[in-house]
């Protein structure tokens, strides 16, 4: 915490000169989060400063990957895949947090423009639909990426410290898919974004985890025969244990 | 305490992993299954990725079969010819299945196919052997051992041509049947990502009449290289076997495997029966439940896999 705070502070002595001419200025307490052998999640501290009055949203976002969604029917009283949709456009992680509630600082038209909520990102099937099933497919990809912790069920808080200071915490699980991550800071007056500032976040794996992955996908037969042996291994010393005993 | 599994790209506790791999070697010494169909559903159920929980399971099953080969081996509990011919039948049928594995997974029914191969085979396995085991313990509960029954029946698949002597199992019955039983298991569990050790053990003991003291290692034996296999065609093909999560079940499994062994040695066979016939039973039940009761989300969603540039680190 004192080191985040001996951050904020020089941060903000460094960036004071330039305040007057950024309305907005913000950063994250890491921009590499490195998912060790023993990662079991954490939190990034986001924080900043504006000019003048206004409220903060802040969206964090993972990168995008296509996404299959299928929904089951039954057919002989069994529950079968029926239809399936792709989409695309849909990030992997999404966090939202702002300092007052959504419908008090923002019309429907902005949120729509900058994706502020679950129900606005910018997910596209990859075939036509009717609007109907289009909207049941939709929520049910937020659905199961909220039962996932993918996705944000609630809008976190930014919370102010006095007049300009502003910060917010954000949890990513131990599941959080790696990637290129962006932390969007929109700072919105009278229903307008006056500034906005975007902030590079890497989610990767890093250590003994990373080699394993790299190994397993660029020596793959070295690495399947390997996996072979650990066990053959492993039995060996087990019957080897037990005759000791 | 957490883990990061890198292939399967969770955190998982430690302990959790390792009471499941502990699991899977009480069995596996226990019966002479390899409890890929216990750790396959179990993995998914804690967040594993369905393609990681078959392969690693696949991987994970090795360790407990090589261990019980190997005191089988001292018992002389191991029929090499036997095995080497189920293998063969095995390696076949596996090898057919994959391309329908392929083309269920295009289609989006694999799920369903393997669900209803499981209700449909342990169901019906379980309830052979929970009638036959239960009527062999009331008869030696009633006559307390005293006459001494044949050793097999003598049904059409005894007249079939090529016929081989098995010395080790006491049996001289045509070669067509153990290939075809290795056959019909192989590309069951090509589709279903088993070991086939549930389908393997009763088929040993009903079909051919194989003695309960070859039946776990010879199965074991057979076991090990199925496995080997699978874990090298995903490894090979699907980059989906995870090693950390491999070692840590395992480590659970070496452990468990020996008590399984010795609880084993001190039941009889029917009674070893009665226990398989149940837990097969119970996976079956839990699994026709899950097709006939109402799925909690109607939807359900599968990401593509990102590329290895986006997501391995430097």
Known sequence: MRRVLALVLAFLGLASADLRAQPLVADLSEHLIAITTGFAGTDVLLFGATEGEGDVIVILRGPESPTIVRRKARIAGIWVNREQVTFTGAPSFYRLAASRPLDEITTPALRARHQIGVDQLRIVPQRSLDPERLAEFRAGLVRNKQAQEFYSTEVGRVSFLGPRLFRTRIYLPPNVPPGSYTAEVLLVRDNQVVAAQTTPMFVSKTGIGAEVFVFAHQHSAVYGLTAILLAVFAGWAASAISRKV | ?314
């Open chain 2, 1 to 314: 305490m957490h883990v990061y599994l890198p292939v399967a790209e969770v955190s998982l506790d430690v302990f959790v992993l390792i009471g499941l791999g502990a699991a899977i070697g009480f069995l596996s010494g226990l019966f002479g299954v390899g409890g890929g169909f216990l750790v396959t559903p179990l993995l998914i159920f804690l967040g594993v990725p369905p393609a990681v929980a078959a392969a690693t399971g696949a991987n994970t099953v090795i360790a407990p079969s090589v261990s019980g080969v190997l005191s089988g081996l001292r018992r002389r509990g191991v029929d090499f010819r036997m095995g080497a011919i189920l293998l063969l039948g095995g390696f076949v049928g596996s090898a057919a299945s994959v391309g329908l594995f392929a083309l269920l997974r295009r289609i989006g029914q694999i799920d369903l196919v393997v669900a209803l191969s499981y209700v449909l085979l342990l169901g019906t396995i379980g309830i052979l052997m929970l009638v036959e085991s239960l009527r062999a313990w009331q008869r030696r509960a009633r006559m307390a051992g005293v006459t001494r029954s044949k050793l097999h029946h003598h049904m059409w698949i005894h007249g079939l041509p090529l016929k081989m002597r098995f010395p080790r199992s006491r049996l001289y019955i045509s070669a067509l049947v153990p290939a075809g039983i290795g056959f019909g298991v192989g590309a069951l569990s090509g589709i279903m990502g088993v070991g086939g050790g549930f389908m393997l053990v009763p088929a040993m003991i009903y079909v051919l009449g194989m003695p309960s003291s070859v039946v776990v290692g010879t199965s074991q034996f057979q076991i090990i290289f199925v496995a080997a296999n699978v874990t090298f065609l995903q490894s090979y093909a699907n980059q989906t076997v995870d090693i950390v999560l491999a070692v840590v079940l395992m480590i659970g499994s070496v452990v468990a495997a020996p008590l399984g062994a010795r609880l084993g040695a001190k039941l009889r066979a029917e009674q070893m029966r009665v226990l398989l016939a149940v837990l097969v039973l119970g996976v079956a039940g839990q699994l026709a439940y899950d097709l006939v009761a109402p799925p909690e989300d109607l939807f359900s969603i599968e990401t593509r896999n990102e590329s290895i540039s986006s997501s391995a680190g430097q």
